[in-house]
């Protein structure tokens, strides 16, 4: 069975279990170990079973401050009845808030996949998917392609280091990836379902660093790291040298997909308030995007696509920064078939997890389903329904350590309470690199 046959057959599954009777604050112990009351927890150890024999360990890490949550969920390692072990660096993080004028804010990032592609089209540094050449780069670790390595996973557990002051993340190392062809004259399949080609990348490591501060702002800094390409090989059976493949005009984004439901909402640029549309071809921007909510447009949060990133050799000792500040580019992307492909496994898990805990933190979602799995079915509508795809593009990169800051700012208000309305937003983040999410607190 492939790699993603066994993603889909335990991952399926998974939408299914859970709490099915009405919920009352604290039945989210039996998903998770812990409750949302307390104040930050990591749990490791979860351990999900299927129907199919698999079973997935997982972790989970939650901040709790006010009416602010901060939470991460994470894949640590994955069998397959066969007992076949899968290492996939799966990263959902979340936060729950409300805004200035009381709606009720859930944003959920998820790793997915970075795109390579070799600049032929346009001359824009941009990837121009269908006009050039482009790759899908999918961490999919096993030990089948390097039997000499192991990939091993590490939580960071969630710690307070001070006053408002906490840190929890994953840490990956030795991940292997496949490369899958973006073609769709059968490319596409034939490098998805065999190891054509398979990359080893050093390390992913993916941190969170939240900081509420005594005048009211919460800054939450997201720091995603993608080590260097260090081995290559063809078929499982030949080794390669990563820059005999890597050639100068390949350049890798980190592809990003959005979905927003239980609310109204439009997508503007930040600078004019103009409308944006959602993408047909590879569109720059030149602006941030912000997500506004409900009849009267409030602005929930902006999505700052960051404009540095640092290079960095780690086959020198030491490492070598390359060049410490490059400019990346920021683009909406036109969706193919095959990229809903490449993330449809995630739906079911995603669904369910990002239900539970919303379902459990919010007493409106409370009163509008009758239970979670209501809400989860609800998710999985929205999760294939979104059009908005957007990447972040370094156009150097040569197979080197990339790492930038990508910002989200949200716009919410602790010190509210009572009704509202609800929205919901899950995103699905694909690999960016050093990522920073500011969440900005405004009284009133």
């Not at 129907?51 to 972790?59: E, K």
């Not at 936060?95 to 592609?117: D, Q, S």
């Not at 081995?231 to 927003?260: C, G, Q, T």
Request: aromatic content about 12%; glycine content about 6%.
């Amino acid at each position: 069975m492939t790699v993603f046959l066994v993603l889909f057959a335990i991952t399926m599954p998974l939408i299914s279990p859970g709490i099915t009777v009405a919920y009352t604050p604290g039945d989210e112990a039996a998903i998770f170990g812990h409750t949302f009351a307390e104040e930050y927890w990591t749990n490791d150890s979860i351990i999900v079973n299927t129907a199919g024999g698999g079973n997935a360990s997982l972790t989970a890490s939650y901040v709790h401050v006010d009416e602010f949550q901060a939470f991460l969920i994470a894949f640590n390692e994955i069998y397959d009845a066969t007992g076949t072990r899968l290492v996939l660096p799966y990263q959902l993080f979340g936060m729950h808030y409300k805004t200035p004028e009381n709606k009720e804010v859930f944003i959920g990032t998820i790793f997915a996949f970075l795109l390579v592609h070799n600049e032929s089209y346009g001359n824009n540094q941009l990837p121009d998917v269908g006009n050039e050449n482009a790759w899908y780069l999918v961490p999919m670790a096993s030990n089948r392609s390097w039997p000499d390595v192991t990939t091993e996973v590490e939580s960071i557990p969630a710690e307070r280091l001070g006053q408002g002051h906490y840190r929890f993340g994953m840490r990956y190392t030795n991940v292997v990836a496949r490369v899958v062809s973006t073609s769709t004259d059968g490319g596409f399949w034939w490098s998805l379902l065999l190891p054509i080609f398979t990359v080893l990348i050093s390390e992913l490591v993916i941190q969170y660093d939240i900081v509420i501060n005594s005048d009211g702002t919460v800054n939450a800094e997201t720091v995603y790291t993608i080590g260097q390409v260090t081995r290559a090989k063809w078929l499982n059976m030949f080794d390669v040298d990563p820059a005999d493949i890597i050639k100068p005009s390949m350049e890798i984004s980190a592809v990003h997909y959005l979905a927003v439901f239980t609310s109204k909402y439009n997508v503007t640029r930040t600078g004019t308030g103009m409308t944006v549309p959602a993408p047909t071809q590879t569109t720059p921007l030149a602006d941030n995007l912000t997500i506004r909510i409900g009849n009267n447009n409030e602005r929930a949060f902006d999505i700052g696509l960051g404009r540095h990133y640092a290079l960095i050799n780690e086959s020198t000792t030491p490492w070598t920064t390359v060049n410490p500040s490059l400019n990346a580019l920021n683009c909406l992307v036109a969706a193919t078939p095959s990229d809903f492909l490449l993330i449809a496994w995630q739906a079911p898990f995603s669904a369910l997890v990002f239900a539970h805990m919303a379902y459990g933190l919010s007493s409106h979602l409370r009163a509008h389903y009758a239970t979670v799995n209501l809400l989860i079915a609800n998710v999985m509508t929205a999760f294939h329904a979104s059009t908005w795809w957007y990447a972040v593009t370094f156009p150097e990169w040569n197979g080197l350590r990339v790492e930038q800051d990508p910002v989200y700012v949200a716009y919410t208000n602790v010190s509210l309470s009572g009704g509202g309305n609800s929205l919901l937003v899950l995103g699905i983040l694909g690999v960016a690199v050093v990522g920073i999410a500011m969440i900005i607190i405004r009284r009133r």
